[in-house]
């Protein structure tokens, strides 16, 4: 694939910088981590009573949407089948499946269908893993791990078998829902007792998606190198943007959650501050990437009241300061952040945009020539009220030895009343 087609795939994607990640399946319902039969070694038959008792009754993607839309998310992630095996669309491969449990119906394609007409673009998480299926050997992180028994059955199981199975299931996501616009495979851990591209048959994987939606954007995590459409750290944030060998910012999405489980988890209150995820969105446009946030829904197919008052707070800054954000990436090297600062950059605007953090005395200080050369006005986002670009008096300035590359931004005393201020900063065009 030459290069130039990889942009135009991907060029919504970073224009979007903001999308939902949901986790939803069977382990919405023990509601202790979507790992829950890894970490507990639960076999087939023992997690058997969720797939008989699902019946998510208050399900409705519409409301869903409108939520992530109003956080001002530009596209969504959704697992149409996470480890446990369990399928949220109507497969014909399998009865391992919504349309099998109480619920008696495909909860994949009315999701598809809200957030689509909602305006968000559309995204498939599918787990390579498979815990439920017969011809999944057991491995290392398999559930039945420490079973004797069920390790000795791992020679009649032949995991050609379960290959074609996900061959299959693929094609028929890429096949029944209209375009895909990411596909999310997840994920792999090669070497000894572990799975990766053999058994995926990654190469032949590839070739068919590309075949099937030749403009869906994949993820790097097939165990093929080089041929991922995007990095996706997780649970962490890179310290500086992700390049290539040539010093180009990668396509990068990191993936992060409100709490640290990824599955609905009633039990669970290492919930992160509001303030502290607005700054990891921030944080990842300011270094040329995505944030991916993620919900898990409850059993009964609701956004929690913890979930939703952090999606509304994203929605209630996002509403002034998406400008920052849409379109945005890195700043160019000769604007240093000055302290306690982020930037961001709409390179076709030629706009920077600095988020304060923390809110200093009256000016904002900036080091470098740049902003004096290039700085042409200034304004607060949320408002559009000017700041004040003549500079610090001379009185003040000459107790800094270094005033001559200090440009300075006067703030007023009093912090606004917004979760991050930004300052709008127009440059004289190049
Ligand atoms: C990790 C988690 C998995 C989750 C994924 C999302 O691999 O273990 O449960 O789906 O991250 O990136």
Known sequence: ??????????????????????????????ARHEWVRNKEKISNEEYQK????????????????????NAGMKYFVITTKHHE??????????????????CRRDLLKPMVEAFRSEGLKVGFYYSLLDWHHPHYTVDKIHPMRDNEEERGKNSKRDIRK???????????????????DILWFDFSYPGEDGKGRDDWDSENLLKMVRKLQPDVMIDNRLDLPGSGDFETPEQFQPPAPL???????????????FSGSWGYYRDEYSWRERDELLCTLIDCVSKG???????????????????????????????????SIYGCGAAPAEFKAPPGCMLTYNSEKEILYIHVQRWPYKFILAEGQAYFDRVEYAQFLHDGSEIDIKGVDAWHMSQFPDSKTLYSFAIPQKRPDVAVPVIEVFLKKQ
């Open 1 to 30: 694939m030459s290069s130039k087609k990889a942009l135009s795939r991907t060029s919504w994607f970073t224009e979007s910088r903001f999308g939902l990640f949901i986790h939803w399946g069977l382990y919405s319902m023990p």
């Open 50 to 69: 969720y797939f008989e008792h699902f019946n998510p009754d208050l399900y409705d993607p519409k409301e869903w949407a409108r939520e992530a839309k």
């Open 85 to 102: 095996g369990f399928c949220l669309w109507d497969s014909k491969l399998t009865d391992y499946k919504a349309p099998c449990t109480p």
């Open 162 to 180: 379960y290959t074609k199975y996900l061959h299959g299931q693929v094609r028929e996501l890429l096949s029944n829902f209209g375009k895909i």
């Open 243 to 257: 390049r290539d060998g040539n010093g180009d910012i990668k396509v990068w999405e990191a993936c992060q959650t």
């Open 289 to 323: 990437g995505n944030l991916l946030m993620n919900v898990g829904p409850t059993a009964r197919g609701e956004f929690d009241a913890r979930a939703l008052d952090r999606l509304r707070f994203f929605g209630e800054w996002m509403k002034r300061h998406s400008r």
